[in-house]
């Protein structure tokens, strides 16, 4: 029984760096088309082309890898007790990736504004844009692996 334990928890922390991998991608792929396409006039072949890309990365590889992210980290941090009321490397950790989660809503957002070529922003805010993830990513990493409280 402690091997099938052993493997189920084995199993759902690839799976779950599997999704990580995949959602971070997205993440920081998906706003560098957005520098692009703010780049671009609105109606062009070039900006329904960013239109599609953007479209396709978010539903058919960001919003999965997002979902499955989450499951398989809950999966891990409950069933299998990594979690508790004084793991506070895990809080901390919890709050950041609500916060990239609501990263995550905000580049759907732009997708539809850009979609109804009704974006408001410059490429120069989207590069500032771009370095959010970055900084949650760094501290999620971080808390994970150091665990320093």
Known sequence: MEFLTFLDYSWTKALHIISIITWMAGIFYLPRLFVYHAMTEAGTDKSETYKIMERRLLKGIMNPSMIAAWIFGLWLAFPHEIWSID????????????????????????????????????????RY?????????????ILAVVKPF
């Open 129 to 141: 844009f771009n370095e959010v993830p970055t900084l949650l990513m760094l501290g999620i990493v």
């Open 87 to 126: 793991s506070i490397w895990l809080n901390i950790k919890f709050v950041l990736v609500f916060l990239l989660t609501i990263y995550h809503m905000i580049c759907a957002r732009y997708v539809r504004l850009f979609a109804a070529d009704a974006n408001q922003h410059g490429h120069v805010y989207y």
